[in-house]
């Protein structure tokens, strides 16, 4: 079973930094879109930036500005440049994204990661 490891999270002060990074667990046949998601505790989880293959790229109107989302599609690897970092950032960061595992796969396997916990203090 093929998941989406995250790694880049931890403890920032406010108006600091981080780049989050995600990969797939093993080697895989293709990946579409890609996307970050955040639940912070006592919420739900919401989307936080997406990108399409093509590099199209969509962003929550709370980040717009401050974080940047990209891709190296020879490494399929997805990262969350994140900038500017509020107290309200706080939350676990999912990745997500659509696997075909190998080339006999006709569908898309939306595929999650573990979380990683970004905590930014006040």
């Known amino acids: 079973q093929v998941q989406l490891v995250e790694s880049g999270g931890g403890l920032v002060q406010a108006g600091g930094s981080l780049r989050l990074s995600c990969r797939p667990s093993?080697?895989?046949?293709?990946?579409?879109?890609m996307a970050w998601y955040r639940q912070a505790p006592g919420k739900q989880r919401e989307l936080v930036a997406s990108?399409?293959?093509?590099?199209?790229?969509n962003y929550a109107d709370s980040v717009k500005g401050r974080f940047t989302i990209s891709r190296d599609n020879a490494k399929n690897t997805v990262y969350l440049q994140m900038d500017s970092l509020k107290p309200e950032d706080t939350a676990v960061y999912y990745c997500?994204?659509?696997?075909?595992?190998?080339?006999?796969?006709?569908?898309?396997?939306?595929?999650w990661g573990q979380g990683t916990q970004v905590t930014v203090s006040s």
């Open positions: 990108i399409r293959s093509s590099g199209g790229t």
């Open positions: 093993a080697s895989i046949f293709a990946i579409n879109g």
């Open positions: 997500n994204a659509d696997i075909r595992r190998t080339w006999r796969e006709q569908q898309w396997s939306d595929t």
